[in-house]
């Protein structure tokens, strides 16, 4: 079984568009998102849509978990988001269904998927909305599940970091395919689709093969000029379209 894990397509149409187009070609069986499918970007209403068409649910399973800008959009309290931030949260609720607005209201903060943990922001109290860009915040995570891999989003920066099996190191794994050791376990940050911040501006998604015990990150060419000119023509802050073009 082959696994597309998605997150952070913030509102991006043409970035998603492009990512499940990759993903169908390529023959994955399952894909799961890890939320924040809304926020910055000028279509929210349809990237809510194709997620739901496309990753919502397989076999009765829930595939999507929430991310907080999801959260927000949906009302939840938005006072910690930056001035572009809150501007473009508080533009999307107001552009999306009283459906899209349920559904995202409903989504789960974590779910436990085939031989994984999928979670928006990190493991260690994922209601919290932590990031986890160091090693002490990466070993808070893995004191915090039990699978071999977690699969996290959230800063928009991909990375996996391995954990031995005496348990005693974290180790950061540099490559973009990781062999997966047998009995040790691995949290990854699975990057963003619709507003990468790696400096690759490319759209990002990972890759897992849990019979084969492979991770590998993807990157998906999208036309980013045409989803940035959608930004600035919705009056969104000209930073979220210019961010596009740079990854960052």
């Known amino acids: 079984m082959r696994i597309a894990v998605i997150s952070d397509i913030h509102g991006n149409l043409e970035a998603l568009q492009a990512v499940l187009t990759d993903i169908r070609e390529r023959g994955f069986d399952r894909v799961v998102c890890l939320g924040d499918v809304v926020g910055y970007g000028a279509d929210p209403e349809e990237c809510v849509r194709l997620v739901r068409e496309e990753v919502w649910r397989d076999a009765e399973r829930e595939a999507v978990v929430r991310g907080n800008h999801d959260d927000a959009a949906a009302g939840a309290d938005d006072r910690y988001f930056n001035p572009d931030a809150k501007l473009a949260v508080r533009w999307t609720r107001e552009n999306l269904s009283p459906e899209s607005i349920a559904w995202l209201s409903n989504l789960p903060h974590e779910i436990e998927y085939e031989h994984c ?15 986890v860009t160091t090693l002490t915040e990466a070993w808070n995570a893995f004191q915090c599940f039990t699978r071999p891999v977690a699969f996290i989003g959230h800063s928009h920066v991909p990375f996996t970091v ?27 940050n699975v990057g963003s689709v619709g507003q990468p911040r790696d400096g690759d501006p490319r759209a990002c998604y990972v890759a897992f093969d849990p019979d084969e015990g492979v991770i590998e ?15 600035r023509q919705a009056g969104l802050p000209d930073f979220l379209a210019d961010r596009l073009l740079k990854g960052r």
């Open 162 to 188: 391995s954990l031995g099996e005496n348990e005693s190191h974290l180790q950061v794994e540099p490559d973009i395919c990781v062999s997966m050791r047998a009995r040790w376990r691995y949290l990854t």
């Open 217 to 231: 990150r993807v990157r998906v060419e999208y036309p980013m000029e045409r989803a940035a000119e959608k930004i």
């Open 117 to 131: 943990l999928l979670v928006h922001s990190s493991p260690f109290q994922p209601k919290e909305w932590n990031y």
